[in-house]
DNA sequence: AACCAGGACGTGA
DNA sequence: TCACGTCATGGT
């Protein structure tokens, strides 16, 4: 059966890399350190944040300035707007592009970047404390499907599964075929919990998804690590 | 020193 | 629809 399987899997990932308690915030962390997530003052498994507007808004920049690109360049970039105080929708609203640019800049596609954090702040702004649809994210330049639903969960808490990269290559390589179809593996995730009730389906959601990041960076990565690899026995790749 | 990183958009077929 | 080029920095 293929969703116990699914089911399998999320719980031996939790058991293996404990609560990842998402997403990362930097405003309450200590320092910046290598790329590691210091639970952003949080314990693990505390999933009372994001507690405000700006909570919330520093983690739908943060799902911009990831897109293709790995977390430490991001916390740099975020960094930078941090201690300018400049990671705040009401002045990041005024801030030039060209300002805006020179700050994200170790994040890459600055370019882009600095035009998409413009058009979302001013989108954000407009939301006035609403949550948003689906259906008007992706309408914004710049937000496609996996950022669209990682804002949705990450930050608005609602049950929208996030499918990535990562989570298309570690479930092409147990099922042993292509997964590369966003709607298609969204709405199958979606189906395996779909009786789970809330708010226990908002924490799978969010530790799955960052529990498969974390297995995907250290062990299914491109080239893959399978002689330590807590699924192997599940796993169908070769 | 090529390869890769928590994608999305524009284009042509 | 779909495959492919483009965007850009800094790690390993």
């Not at 035009?115 to 939301?127: G, V």
């Not at 609602?158 to 590369?180: E, G, Q, W």
Request: hydrophobic share 35%; charged share 25%; with cysteine.
């Amino acid at each position: 059966m293929k969703n116990k399987k699914i089911r399998d899997i999320y719980h031996i990932l939790l058991q293996q890399y404990g609560p990842q308690g998402w997403w990362p915030l930097i405003d309450l962390r200590d320092e910046i350190t290598n790329g590691i997530h210091l639970k952003n003052g949080y314990h693990p498994g505390d999933y009372s944040f994001p507690q405000n507007g700006s909570q919330q808004f520093e983690i739908c920049v943060g799902a911009i300035l990831t897109q293709n690109t790995s977390w430490t360049q991001v916390e740099k970039a975020l960094d930078n707007l941090k201690r300018k105080g400049l990671l705040d929708f009401n002045i990041l609203d005024k801030l030039g592009r060209e300002e805006l640019m020179s700050e994200i800049k170790p994040s890459g596609y600055f370019n882009q970047k600095a035009r998409k954090i413009k058009i979302f702040t001013d989108f954000f702004i407009k939301l006035n404390e609403r949550i948003p649809k689906r259906e008007e994210l992706l309408r914004i330049w710049g937000i496609g499907k996996e950022t669209a639903d990682s804002m949705l969960l990450y930050a608005f808490k609602l049950p929208f599964f996030v499918i990535d990269a990562y989570t298309k290559r570690i479930f092409s390589r147990i099922f042993n075929r292509v997964m590369d179809n966003y709607d298609e593996m969204q709405s199958s995730f979606q189906n395996v919990f779909k009786n789970e009730l809330e708010p226990n389906k908002l924490i799978i959601f969010n530790e799955f998804h960052s529990l498969i990041v974390e297995h995907s960076k250290n062990v299914c990565k491109k080239s893959p690590n399978c002689y330590n690899c807590i699924l192997k026995d599940l796993c169908d790749y070769d």
